[in-house]
T-cell receptor, first 116, second 111 residues
Framework: GAVVSQHPSRVICKSGTSVKIECRSL??????MFWYRQFPKQSLMLMAT?????????EQGVEKDKFLINHASLTLSTLTVTSAHPEDSSFYIC????????????FGPGTRLTVT | GENVEQHPSTLSVQEGDSAVIKCTYS??????FPWYKQELGKRPQLIID?????GEKKDQRIAVTLNKTAKHFSLHITETQPEDSAVYFC??????????FGPGTRLSVLP
């Protein structure tokens, strides 16, 4: 089946620094990828839709200058958390849809970000 | 936009009993409704899904029913096992875009 990878799986950074998270589709091409944030014991909240070759679409309330998304190729999307603060600590998960019919998404394993 | 509610938030059942989780959605144009199982610290995994042109779908011990008129869909797990313990999320989407997830149900299957 389709596989989505994420790197790193865990990252700890100091407040004020930037962190880049990579999301890769390993055996299929993804013109669209989705980025979610999940706080402890809460649901997945869609942050933005990453589009290959064009600007990402951000959900209401998500700062596009703080969460930079780049979809440089058909297999790679990156999320950069700029000037991270402790409140940005969360579990970030990407996903990619497979095919047009069933709309099934494959999720990456997630990245746990801790900002100290 | 779409809003998805999910109940109950926690559910405890005895091993071998059935578990039912219900979700409601607000956007009548949503046409795909997946259910995900997420274990602690892991990625969500699709366990079953249903499209708006189908009323029921079953896969072994798991089934999903959809009532388009009432805008609700339910997950049914029969003969529950301890390994079914996890957090379950429903979601709704229109053509695979802008997935909106329910708040989740923590299922505990007691041996």
């Amino acid at each position: 089946g389709a596989v989505v990878s994420q790197h790193p799986s865990r990252v700890i950074c100091k407040s004020g620094t930037s962190v880049k998270i990579e999301c890769r589709s390993l055996d299929f091409q993804a013109t669209t990828m989705f980025w979610y944030r999940q706080f402890p014991k809460q649901s997945l909240m869609l942050m933005a839709t990453s589009n290959e070759g064009s600007k990402a679409t951000y959900e209401q309330g998500v700062e596009k200058d703080k969460f930079l998304i780049n979809h440089a190729s058909l297999t790679l999307s990156t999320l950069t958390v700029t000037s991270a603060h402790p409140e940005d600590s969360s579990f970030y998960i990407c996903s990619a849809p497979v095919g047009q019919g069933p709309y099934e998404q494959y999720f990456g394993p997630g990245t746990r970000l801790t900002v100290t | 936009g779409e809003n998805v509610e999910q109940h109950p938030s926690t559910l405890s059942v005895q091993e071998g009993d059935s578990a039912v989780i219900k979700c409601t959605y607000s956007d009548s144009a949503s046409n795909y409704f997946p259910w995900y199982k997420q274990e602690l610290g892991k990625r969500p995994q699709l366990i079953i899904d249903i499209r708006s042109n189908v009323g029921e779908k079953k896969d072994q011990r798991i089934a999903v029913t959809l009532n388009k008129t009432a805008k609700h869909f339910s997950l049914h797990i029969t003969e529950t096992q301890p390994e079914d313990s996890a957090v379950y999320f429903c979601a709704a989407t229109r053509y695979g875009q802008n997935f909106v997830f329910g708040p989740g149900t923590r299922l505990s299957v007691l041996p």
